[in-house]
């Protein structure tokens, strides 16, 4: 890497009082045509570049984003990674993330502060019992570190949860995964476009595509906002705004776009050291590096693309956390915001090949997409790569709503979508 | 977070009804007859617009009907309501 970054990278340049450090990429402008076109500038965008031009060889990319790289979902998302996901397709999908990130840093040469502080899963309900317990039985068999805690074992492991037998929903236990954790956003978007622009890939922001231009079955380009850009390999990774692409290209999805909302709160000193999430009760917390809660909330159950929420569904989860910690009672919040998620109708993603030849989607992350982004990014680029699924997101792909083969992870995963 | 105009009984706040997802998908007569792909586009495919889409809304916590309603998903207005079985306004 040309400018690695390192303990004497930082004492250099603090000589020159930090104001000569080189940018972590370009900022061209399009060139007239590319062999591959990722549109979609967020994570899972900018790693597919990143693995196609470092694992597959390929140098001639662009990525067209309509806004600023990470400006989307990635970064609004709650930042937690975990794979104790309940399916064999979907533990193996996550958990090749998850080992992913757990390198990622290093390999980057980038900090993206992942930080496997471990998260705990709450059973209120018998049901929630009996389905965590086979969900832990499940990661195992896969190879997936997973343990079943009985209430006091989950008091012991976050001491401010109100375990009390009397509230609304008591806690009845818990699932624990120690690998699994958070990162900064942001750094990831970052830290791949740095990686993928320093091996020629072209991040082209403020771009956005208006067309998706085609003779019969063959791609020719993509009409945008900086002019017509020729290619016939296109990975499209717009997450909410997938369908809008899928139209120009004459094609329908198994998708629905919904406001997924999250709040922070004020920062406070270390209150609470690990990732505490609730499918019952929906609602889940982590604490920031700055000291913020961060708090994530549910979907409207209504399409829309206004990057708002409803309030009634904050109001309801800051309820359930209320129950559940009544330490933060006293607690502000500081911001509220929403992201578009793309949600299937089996609430798995879609990383797939289609009708067309050449175009490619990977879409359809809905609730739970930041976990998954090395990932994704890597199994992407492999099917575009070599115009084949990966072993690992074969299941993933857009025929199973037509052959039935469902991955079905409504409820069975450790949270609700 | 928006009103909605319910067509038997006024002006409620949106948390009061429940989204059915996009109107006038027609439920095949046949199904029997389809092929896998028809019944993923009946079941599965959505249009998903982003701007004026037709949807049907349920009174979950009011009268507990069914209507139709026409809104702008890009910032949750609506544009018109009308009931069931009633033609959806054009333009």
Sequence with gaps: ?417 | MFLINCPFCGEREQSEFKAGGEAHIIRPKQPSELSDDQWAEYLFMRKNIKGVQFERWNHIHGCRKWFNIVRDTSNDEIKAVYKMGEKPPVG
Aim: net charge positive; proline share 4%; with cysteine.
């Design chain 1, 1 to 417: 890497m040309k400018n690695k970054y390192s303990f004497f990278s930082l004492v250099k340049n603090a000589f020159s009082y930090h104001e000569n450090w080189e940018k972590a990429w370009k900022d061209p402008e399009p060139k007239k045509e590319y062999e591959v076109v990722i549109i979609g500038g967020g994570g899972h965008g900018l790693a597919t570049a990143y693995y196609l031009a470092k694992k597959h060889k390929i140098n001639n990319i662009a990525v067209v984003e309509k806004g600023w790289i990470g400006g989307g979902n990635t970064g609004r998302n709650t930042t937690i990674i975990r794979s104790n996901y309940l399916w064999d397709a979907s533990a193996g999908l996550y958990d090749h993330a998850l080992k992913i990130w757990e390198g990622l840093s290093q390999e980057l040469n980038y900090n993206v502060m992942f930080s496997q502080r471990g998260v705990m899963n709450l059973a209120h309900n018998l049901q929630d019992v009996r389905d965590l317990k086979r969900r832990t039985h499940a990661n195992r068999l896969n190879g997936i570190d997973a343990v079943y805690l009985n209430t006091e074992q989950v008091k012991k492991f976050c001491p401010i949860i109100n375990t009390s037998p009397d509230i609304r929903y008591p806690v009845l236990g818990g699932t624990l995964q120690k690998r699994a954790g958070t990162a900064r956003h942001d750094a990831v978007a970052w830290g791949y476009a740095r990686g993928a622009n320093e091996m020629g890939v072209d991040i082209i922001q403020n771009c956005e595509v208006k067309g998706i231009k085609r003779n019969g079955d063959c791609l020719e380009g993509i009409e945008t906002t900086k002019g017509f850009i020729k290619t016939n390999k296109i990975g499209v990774v717009a997450a909410g705004h997938s369908s809008v692409i899928a139209n120009m290209a004459g094609l329908k999805l198994p998708l629905e776009s919904k406001p997924l909302q999250a709040l922070v709160s004020e920062p406070v000193k270390p209150i609470i050291d690990t990732v505490v999430m609730s499918n019952a009760v929906h609602a889940y917390v982590s604490q920031s590096d700055k000291g913020e809660l961060v708090i994530g909330a549910g979907t409207d159950d209504y399409v829309s693309y206004s990057q708002k929420g409803s309030h009634d569904i904050i109001e309801g989860t800051l309820n359930a956390i209320l129950e559940l910690y009544p330490i933060f009672s006293r607690m502000k919040m500081l911001r509220q915001w929403g992201g578009i998620v793309d949600i299937c109708p089996d609430a798995s993603p879609i990383i797939s090949k289609t009708p067309i030849k050449g175009l490619y989607f990977n879409c359809g992350w809905g609730t739970g997409g930041f976990k998954a982004t090395p990932g994704s990014g890597d199994l992407f680029a492999h099917t575009i790569a070599n115009d084949e699924p990966h072993k690992l997101n074969a299941a993933f792909n857009l025929n199973r709503f037509v052959s039935g083969d469902l991955v079905d992870e409504h409820g069975a995963a450790a949270v609700a979508h």
